[in-house]
């Protein structure tokens, strides 16, 4: 095989400890197989190293998101799955005329590879009353809380194959953002590329930054394919050099949304304020996810960023204060997001609560509602519905699941899941890539490390709020089915020890991994 390159074997130190407990035994039979191309090695410093090179290696390059293949599947997953040892697992990457010592796929592989476009060839469905003997005890676990309930569907043929309170509503925390996912691949779709840009206001020297509700855009660098700040300056540096103007007046346009711009839960580290001009979420540290702090106007922040950039590319400018562009203003410069699939994948990763509401904005946009809060859910709930959902129930209140009067059901998160895998609907496929991977990547990747039987296995979005604690997401059992879940619990009155609750459901969906249940 062909080791991924040092630099993400870098990248991956952080998971050398957990996955050389995985390995450990099997050090002796995968020396050889592992061994780099591109750098050599002594002998000794490839025993001491084959225990976590493989995977260690792999995790890396899956933790900096990338790249992607044809196939929807990091290519570091596809080398992490080949670096197992030989036995176990069903073989899905190796070619006929390989050697019988060469390693085969461990059991994750099927998840990881060939698991997110279907089921293994003549995999066994499993049955619900072996089901429910697995997972009913789990599941009673008291630590989850007093309200659980559970849907596990066979995504090749959307059949429920097990059910407890099934469509029982209740608060679903982040895995609302599933949802958001859903709607947002629906509309405006995969493809859909959020525009920043500039204008300059018709015999004036007005010139405008028009926010169009991208979260990812940054002003740092490297932007590694993100929409640049920087670049945007350079390009209206240039257009305005161009009219010979070299001073401008400043001004910054976030008229795009509706509506308040405060979070219902108010002013909060885990969501910058909801407005259509933002760099780098509006974070007031380094960090690219989790909790931070936030500037109090976001907007107004990214337009003063603005302005120094333009003074270093020769442009002097007033400070910039709050306007709207008219219809007569004349195209400066833009720059534009990746893809929403992109958006879609990262925001599932990291649960990004900022990319949430912004892609439940551009549903809103792209279906004609409002885009505000209230309008974001009449366009979620309208998309669902053309998709034959269940939304009996249901009830939308944010995109990213922060509010608590977000209701959904077990059988509505497993349903889409089941929907993103149907190769029918190929434009909901981030859906599934997207989902942390056990063990490895986003708010996964700190969990899973005693369960072997489910690392790069399961793959799930969590969900976290005082007293609810939900896993929703999609794992190949050992049979090589490929199944999706949603465990939702709560207990709001005497909210349970989260680490524990997070616990139990781990548990119960390693169970789900290894369960042949047949």
């Not at 991924?4 to 050889?32: I, N, S």
């Not at 429920?160 to 953002?177: E, H």
């Not at 401008?248 to 346009?253: K, M």
Request: some cysteine.
């Amino acid at each position: 095989m062909v080791v991924p390159e040092l630099r993400a074997w870098r990248a991956a130190r952080p998971h050398v400890v957990r996955v050389a407990r995985t390995v450990e035994p099997h050090v002796a039979r995968v020396t050889q197989a592992l061994r780099p191309r591109a750098v050599r090695f002594t002998t000794p410093q490839v025993t001491a190293l084959a225990t976590t090179v493989g995977l260690a290696v792999a995790a890396g390059a899956v933790a900096v998101a990338g790249p992607w293949d044809s196939t929807g599947q990091r290519t570091a997953e596809r080398d992490w799955a080949a670096s197992r040892e030989p036995e176990g697992g069903a073989d899905h990457a190796r070619k006929s005329g390989t050697s019988r010592t060469s390693p085969r796929a461990a059991p994750s592989a099927a998840s990881v590879l060939a698991g997110l476009g279907g089921s293994a060839p003549d995999a066994p469905t499993p049955a619900g009353k072996a089901l429910a003997r697995v997972l009913d005890p789990l599941l009673a676990n008291p630590v989850l809380g007093a309200r659980r309930t559970a849907v596990v569907v066979d995504v090749a043929t959307g059949e429920r194959l097990y059910g407890t309170g099934a469509d029982q509503v209740q608060t679903p925390a982040s895995t609302t953002k599933i949802v958001t996912a859903v709607a947002a691949l629906t509309a405006p779709g995969p493809d859909h590329r959020i525009r920043t840009r500039t204008v300059l206001e018709p015999g004036t020297k007005e010139v405008v930054l028009v926010g169009g509700g991208d979260p990812t855009l940054t002003a740092r660098k490297p932007t590694d394919g993100w929409a640049d700040l920087g670049t945007l300056a350079d390009r209206t540096a240039a257009a305005l050099k161009e009219r010979h103007m070299d001073h401008v007046t400043l001004s910054y346009d976030v008229s795009l949304y509706a509506g308040p711009d405060v979070h219902p839960i108010g002013v909060n580290e885990n969501i910058a304020k909801v407005t259509a001009l933002m760099v780098d979420e509006g974070r007031s540290d380094d960090s690219t996810s989790g909790p931070a702090g936030r500037a109090p106007d976001p907007a107004a922040a990214a337009a003063r960023k603005f302005a120094d950039l333009l003074h270093d590319r020769g442009i002097k400018t007033t400070s910039p204060g709050l306007s709207k562009a008219t219809s007569r203003s004349q195209a400066l410069a833009s720059v534009s997001s990746p893809p929403l699939s992109a958006l879609v994948e990262r925001m599932l990763t990291n649960s990004d609560n900022d990319i949430a509401e912004a892609l439940a904005r551009q549903v809103a946009l792209a279906t004609g509602e409002e885009p505000s809060f209230d309008g974001d859910a009449k366009a979620i709930r309208a998309q669902l519905k053309k998709l034959g959902l269940p939304l009996s129930g249901a009830r939308f209140a944010d995109g990213s699941g922060l509010n608590r009067a977000d209701k959904l059901s077990a059988g509505l998160l497993a349903a889409l899941l089941a929907k993103a895998g149907d190769p029918d609907r190929p434009e909901l496929r981030p859906v599934l890539t997207g989902l942390p991977v056990a063990g490895f990547t986003g708010t996964l990747s700190t969990r899973y490390a005693d369960a072997p039987t489910a690392t790069g296995v399961v793959r799930a979005k969590t969900g976290t709020l005082t007293g609810v604690n939900t896993l929703a997401g999609t794992v190949v059992d050992k049979d090589g089915r490929l199944l999706a879940f949603a465990f939702l619990t709560s207990d709001e009155a005497q909210p349970p020890n989260p680490s524990e609750a997070r616990a139990a459901l781990d548990h119960t969906a390693t169970a789900l991994a290894a369960c042949g249940c047949r």
